[in-house]
């Protein structure tokens, strides 16, 4: 069985594994974990994040003046 997409696009590297028998208060520390470091990085990273998600999204939508949609 093929696994879900990533969110990030990633398609190959080292599966993670995680054990079906966590308890509940196992799998909040992980997702507490995991949001402490988002908070961390995001704080460190901030404004080059942002300009790199815009850059991205700038890239992502614009058609440019020249080439208009066709709608």
Same mark, same amino acid.
């Given at each position: 069985?093929? #696994?879900?997409?990533? #969110?990030?696009?990633? /398609?190959?590297? $080292?599966?993670? $594994?995680? &054990? #079906?028998?966590?308890? #509940?208060?196992? @799998?909040? @520390?992980?997702?507490? !974990? %995991?949001?402490? $470091? *988002? +908070?961390?990085?995001? +704080?460190h990273y901030e404004l080059d %994040? !942002? &300009?790199? !998600?815009? @850059?991205? *999204?700038? /890239? @992502?939508? &614009? /058609?440019? *003046?020249d080439n208009p949609p066709p709608?």
């Amino acid at each position: 069985m093929k #696994p879900p997409p990533q #969110p990030s696009g990633i /398609t190959h590297g $080292l599966p993670v $594994l995680i &054990d #079906p028998h966590w308890s #509940p208060e196992q @799998a909040l @520390a992980v997702v507490e !974990l %995991l949001d402490d $470091l *988002r +908070a961390r990085i995001w +704080a460190h990273y901030e404004l080059d %994040l !942002l &300009d790199k !998600l815009r @850059a991205d *999204r700038v /890239t @992502a939508l &614009d /058609t440019g *003046r020249d080439n208009p949609p066709p709608f």
